[in-house]
């Protein structure tokens, strides 16, 4: 009995000593960890700076607009009948007065034929009624009866001559004819659609600016426009029209820029982007677009500053600074507030990096940051 409980006590104390020994080391595992893990310095984080620049910007005022002809109008006709000749190619460029469609006329010519037999014969007839009336042969009554049979038939010629021209369709302007609306042979209807006729050079944008815009407007301020169509290219244009009054609903106020497109590149009812100069020179800070974090407690970026890690080895660290960011241009935007001139900050990477991370500056493959990009074909 005694000898039992004499190896149960053995084990009890074996199993209490290897229990020991593990927890020791683990408990020693732990420390080292914890150790290691308040001397670990974490890698720096790849990334690309800029430098906070000053320039000057021109005041300008950006907005979205749209693309108008000078003059536009559906070509239509004024009187019933059949198309018999179409003489324009949809797509061409036509001149004022040129021939667009021809209906046909063989009634009407006809009636004029014959309206101007009758005005020959009452102008002989009036003739001699006013010899008659020298000589006395004829009273004043027929000579006025005469002359108003004359009047008239000449009245009918003209009208005959008028609606005989009505007939032929001919471009009010000079521009660019679109696809035509109707077909050799078909009986189309007073008012009836033949094309749409558009003038394209110049051309026009009109935008909506904020009504804080109005006290810089002026007449024949400058304008640029680009669209996404032609990237790259630039439209140098005057604005021709602020209108008198300001939208209640919007609070916004419609400006109309003139601009020449001898190479009827820009198109009617194009999307443009429409920037319109105001004021002088003003100086700006600027950095690339790509360095700030936009959110809504505010708009951040990473400056880089230098400093000296726990061994007093110096290292680039990325600081956290808010800005308040203004007007953009190109791959720039400039800062209002929240940066000096000169200072560096991160412009690609930013996303991944917490404040006062390390980091390591490679600029050998950075973007450039410019003022108007243009894309390349690489």
């Known amino acids: 009995m005694r000898s039992k409980t004499r190896q149960r006590i053995v084990v009890a104390v074996g199993v209490v000593v290897v229990t020991a020994i593990l ?10 960890m914890v150790r290691a893990g308040e001397s670990f310095v974490p890698p720096p ?11 000057e910007w021109n005041g ?70 006013l010899k008659l009336r020298d000589g006395e042969a004829a009273s004043q009554a027929d000579l006025d009866a005469a002359e108003a049979r004359h009047a008239q038939a ?39 659609p033949i094309a749409s006729l558009q003038s394209v050079s110049p051309i026009l944008a009109d935008v909506w600016l904020p009504q804080q815009a109005l006290a810089e407007l002026a007449l024949g301020q400058r304008v640029r426009v680009r669209t996404d169509t032609f990237p790259g290219a630039v439209w140098e244009g005057e604005v021709t ?31 443009a982007n429409v920037e319109v100069e105001a004021g002088g020179a003003r100086p700006v800070l600027t950095i690339p677009a790509t360095a700030v974090i936009f959110a809504p407690y505010g708009n951040s970026v990473f400056a880089i500053e230098r400093q000296d890690d726990k061994l007093g080895k110096p ?30 900050v991160v412009s690609t990477g930013a996303f991944k990096l917490r404040n006062g991370a390390a980091v390591a500056v490679n600029n050998a493959l950075a973007p450039a940051a410019q003022l108007a990009p243009k894309p390349t074909d690489e």
């Open 23 to 32: 927890a020791g080391v683990k408990v020693g595992q732990i420390v080292t």
């Open 45 to 55: 984080l790849a990334v690309t700076s800029a430098e906070v620049k000053a320039s």
């Open 60 to 129: 300008a005022t950006t907005a979205i607009g749209s693309l108008v002809a000078e003059r536009s109008v559906v070509v239509a006709s004024q009187l019933p009948g059949a198309v018999k000749e179409i003489a324009f190619t949809a797509g061409t460029l036509v001149r004022r007065g040129e021939v667009l469609v021809r209906l046909d006329t063989s009634v009407e010519e006809a009636e004029l034929a014959s309206a101007v037999s009758e005005a020959s014969l009452a102008r002989i007839a009036f003739e001699r009624s």
């Open 154 to 192: 000449d009245a009918a010629v003209a009208r005959l001559q008028a609606t005989v021209a009505k007939m032929t369709i001919r471009a009010p302007f000079d521009g660019r004819i679109a696809i035509r609306q109707v077909e050799l042979g078909q009986v189309v209807s007073a008012g009836s």
């Open 241 to 271: 029209t602020i209108n008198p009054e300001v939208d209640p609903d919007t609070r916004n106020v419609r400006v109309r820029a003139t601009f020449p497109n001898a190479d009827g590149r820009l198109r009617p009812g194009m999307f």
């Open 315 to 344: 290292i680039t660290v990325a600081r956290q600074r808010f800005v308040r960011t203004g007007e953009r241009r190109g791959d720039l935007v400039a800062v209002l507030s929240g940066l000096k001139a000169g200072e560096t």
